[in-house]
Each structure stands twice: as C-alpha cells, then as structure tokens.
C-alpha cells in the first residue's frame, strides 16, 4: 500500500505538522499543477520528505528508518526473496546476529509480514519500520534484471517478441525517466540506448534477426507505413502500460543498416513545471515576469537542441493562463497540451508552416502567441510585426548566447528601429545534472586542485580551500550520483541604452560590454552558484557551459 496523498493529508493536519489553512493552499496547487499534496509543502520549504516520513511513522505507531542517509547494500536486500518483497512493498535495511529490520511503506501488515520473515529468518528478532513509498520504490528497483537477461528471456520463450521487446523498454524508459529511446541498427545486433538527464547510455542489444518485426510493431503503434523503407517517417503513440499513459513521438529514418527508430518520450513530469521550479533565481523570476506582464513586444529564449527552451516557454505561459487572455501557440511539434491554451502544429506538406501560421494566429485576436521557433527572416519580420501590432510574442531561437541574438536578428535584415521597439527580453539557458539529492555528499578541494580540469578556478572562486559536492551514487539515481536536470541562465533586459545600440548594428561582444558593465550575471557564473549551492557539480558545470569572454 503506498499512502495516498489524501490518507497524508488527514495524518498531516491530524498531527498538526499542518494548518488547515495551509491544507486549503495545497489543495488549490494541486489543482492547478501537476504536482502532489506534499510536493506543495515540499516546494515551499515547510516540510521535507522525511519530517513527512516521521509524520506517518507516528501516525502508523512505528518507527521511521531513513532510507535517504542509511541506503542498505544490494546484498543485503536481495536476501529477502522477490515475491515477498514486491508482496509487502518490504526491503531488508539491517542485520545483525539476532536480528533484523525491515522497512515498508505498508505497516499496517506488521503481523503478516513477520509470520512470513519468521520462515526465512527464524530465531531472529523482527522489527517492521515505515519508510517513504519512493524510498522503497528505488530499492525493489534491485531485483529488476537488466534489459538485456529481459531480452533473452523473451526470446527464449518464443512468444509474442515484438510487442513484448518494445513494451519493456518503453516500460524501463520510463522508470528511469528517460528523454528519449533510439533502436540502433548495427550488422548483425539492434543497439539499445536511453537519453537519461541529457546523456545516452546503451543499455540492451537485441539480435538483428528480430529487428524487422520490432520496427513494423512501433510503425504499425505509430500510424507509419510499414512498406515504406527509404524515406523518413514521423508518427506519435498514446502508450498506456504499468498504468502508465504517455505520449511518444516516433521518428524513423533510413541508415547504411536498417531504420533507426528514435522515440522521443513527452513525460507529465515536463509539462509539470513552473516557474518556481526551473532553476531561476528571484531576480531572474521577477525580470521575466515584469517583461511578460507588458501589453506587447517579444521575449526570445535561446539555447541548443534539448536546453529546455520549450519547457521555460510552457512555464511562463502557465503562469500567464486566465479566461480573459486568448493564448495561442504554433509549434513543431506540439509537445504538451495545456488546458486554457490553443495550440496549432504546422504542417509544411499543406503550406502551414510558421509565417503562415503565425499570419493566421495574428486575425484570430490574441493576446499571446507562442511561436515554437524563429528560423528565417520571414517568421521573424512576422513576428516582429506582430509584437509591434500589440501582440506579446514568445519564441526561441538559435544563438550561442543571449547577446548574441541581436547581430542575428539584424542580420537577418530586420529593421533595427522595429527590432529595438518590440524586443524586451532575452533568455539564454542550458540544463546541467542535478546532484542526487539523496546520497549527495561534501567534499574539500582548492582552486590549485581544481586548475587540471577548470584552469580559471582561482579567478572566479579565489584562493584557499572549498566545499563542493558530488553524488556518491545510490539506487535512487541508478548509481551515476545525478538524479534530474537544472537550468542555468544569463538574460539580457532591453534597456534604454541597449536600444540605442541596436540602431548602430552593433556585435554581440559591444552587447555583451554594456551588460557587463550593469553587472549582468553570464550564464557561467549563474552555473557557479548552483555549484556553491550543492545543486550541480563542477564538473557538469564545465561541460555544458563555456567561460564568459572578457
């Protein structure tokens, strides 16, 4: 049994952790996003997942084991056999000669769960404690074989292979949360490989004997042609398993090898993002909001592939959503559907592409659009248009950084004079690792020790020792130390001196100069706060971020 979030509720204010007050405000965030009852209290810094564990534990009358701070060995756990543990949601935590401690999320089963320990550990001492549902989630993750012994074990049985290869690794894709799932055609195997928190991993090998059934069972989900081989195709599936609903986007392209099938996984828990959650700072939160409040004019927010771009751009829409504002977005894809928001895909094959749609949106009266990308001087010079007609128009764009986007835009041949009157603020963004929260550890160093890998450290961090941290690995992170993503950003506000410049067609590092001299935070050194902080590492820092230029 895993505690409901209603069953915490009444435990919560029973126990006066709450006022009813603050029940009736979580109520209403829950309604209006996508998080839980306690992820309320959590986001708001009133209460830790473990002061809610030792809220229930008292309510359940037994004692509370931290599964954060004392994470049992998988030895350990797999002592207790498969069926029992997944029975009574049950992992083993200590033992010792003459006894031992369990820990569940159901401890109201104390009595049935001794009786059966009694026959694997008998003369032993048996003490059931409560433990949080996602703790013992990330442990019984021990017993779950690889998706390789998974693979042969289905193929083995020699029935229904297709469908059940490719409802395994959806289903592993998204325990682990994965971003995206690639089937990698080689010679003689299919490579198997999960985007997790931006990076790829491979993590099973099917034999290429298989392949072609695999392939036409996700085309055949997907609405693709299965006859079709040379050409590339795009489909979507509404995939529902482990009662889980999920959409997914299918592309299939042609390779030297076979049809490399990549599905791109559209997780509740990105369309569940706010503002409070991006990884912005208060200056940063009220910057944007201050600029999206205006009656008209653009806020861009540049980045590579997969920064989050979108995500920033939903966030600040839901924050905007209310029933006398028309917000209408145009994307490709339309990833998310948001309640209160109209949304339109293009579709290049019937001439409905971004300028077109965005003249289109422009006459159906709204008051912000959305445009999911700027890529020719056409969406822009719309855009543009658009904004100066009255319009608050968010989009993304292309640029290494945001004082970059101005001499692109400009070159692009827009009119300096439109440009500076409807650009009000630009956000550039990168999404580093978050450090597992749950086996994050401290550790000194030195800017001299750091100066291999990060040869400025004693510029930017000083002399003398430092306190950094890093994730020493535990079944809640799949033991790479990282659990989830962060953004780090840099924004330019357009002000009045920064208009005047775009009149003279200026480059990004006279951009950049006078940002500088406001004492503007580059998107380096918002990275090196989060590290100070505990959020990211050093490491993760350096990889998805460059050294600000003097």
């Not at 829950?30 to 708001?44: A, C, V």
């Not at 690889?146 to 042969?152: A, E, Q, Y």
């Not at 357009?494 to 003279?504: A, D, I, S, V």
Request: glycine fraction near 6%; charge should be negative; aromatic fraction near 6%.
């Amino acid at each position: 049994m895993k505690a409901d979030q209603n069953l915490i509720r009444d435990i919560l204010l029973k126990e006066k952790y709450i006022q009813k007050a603050e029940a009736e405000k979580a109520d209403e965030f829950t309604r209006n996003n996508e998080g839980s009852f306690t992820d309320y209290f959590i986001k708001q810094g009133r209460l830790t997942p473990d002061i809610i564990g030792q809220a229930l534990s008292e309510h359940f009358k037994v004692d509370y084991f931290d599964l954060n701070t004392n994470v049992p060995e998988k030895n350990l756990v797999l002592e207790i056999p498969e069926d029992i543990a997944g029975r009574f949601r049950l992992v083993l935590v200590n033992e010792d000669g003459n006894s031992i401690v369990v820990a569940t999320d159901d401890p109201l089963n104390s009595d049935d769960i001794k009786a059966e320990l009694a026959k694997i550990f008998p003369d032993k001492k048996i003490t059931v404690c409560f433990s949080l549902s996602e703790d013992i989630d990330s442990l019984l993750l021990f017993y779950k074989k690889d998706l390789n012994s998974r693979f042969s074990q289905i193929i083995k049985m020699g029935d229904k292979v297709a469908s059940e290869i490719v409802d395994e690794t959806i289903n592993d894709a998204l325990e682990l949360k994965a971003s995206d799932i690639h089937f990698d055609p080689q010679k003689d195997e299919v490579i198997v490989k999960f985007r997790v928190d931006g990076l790829l991993h491979q993590t099973g090998k099917i034999p290429i004997s298989y392949y072609d059934n695999i392939l036409n069972r996700i085309k055949i989900q997907s609405g693709l042609s299965t006859v079709q081989h040379s050409v590339a195709q795009d489909g979507a599936i509404r995939y529902q398993g482990n009662g889980k609903s999920v959409d997914l986007r299918v592309s299939v392209a042609p390779t030297l090898d076979g049809e490399k099938v990549v599905i791109r996984v559209l997780a509740e828990q990105n369309v569940s993002f706010t503002m409070d959650n991006l990884g912005l700072s208060k200056e940063h939160q009220k910057l944007i909001l201050t600029a999206a409040h205006k009656p008209f004019g653009m806020i861009l927010v540049t980045g590579p592939t997969g920064s989050g771009k979108t995500t920033t751009l939903y966030a600040l829409l839901k924050s905007l959503i209310k029933p006398e504002i028309n917000i209408s977005t145009i994307e490709d894809p339309v990833e998310y559907k948001i309640p209160g928001v109209n949304h339109m895909q293009i579709n290049p094959a019937k001439n409905l592409t971004f300028a077109e749609g965005l003249k289109s949106l422009v006459r159906q009266d709204p008051d912000i659009i959305l445009v999911g990308e700027i890529r020719d001087k056409e969406t822009a010079s719309i855009a543009t248009s658009a904004a100066l007609a009255g319009h608050l128009l968010f989009s993304t764009f292309h640029a290494n950084d945001a004082a970059s986007v101005i001499p692109r835009f400009l070159e692009m041949g827009l009119d300096p004079v439109h440009l500076s009157s409807t650009l009000r603020l630009v956000i550039s963004q990168r999404l580093a690792r978050k450090i597992c929260e749950k086996c994050r550890y401290s550790y000194k160093t030195s800017s001299e020790e750091l100066s291999e890998i990060f040869p400025d450290a004693e510029k930017f961090l000083g002399k003398g020792q430092l306190t950094f941290y890093k994730g020493k690995g535990c079944p809640a992170c799949s033991n790479s130390g990282y659990l989830g993503r962060t953004g780090i950003f840099e924004i330019i506000d357009m002000t009045p001196e920064l208009q005047e410049l775009m009149l003279k067609n200026p480059t990004a590092r006279q951009v950049w100069a006078i940002e500088k001299a406001r004492g503007i935070m580059p998107l380096f050194q918002d990275g090196l706060e989060k590290v100070k902080r505990g959020t990211i590492t050093i490491d993760e820092l350096l990889r998805v971020a460059d050294l600000p230029e003097e």
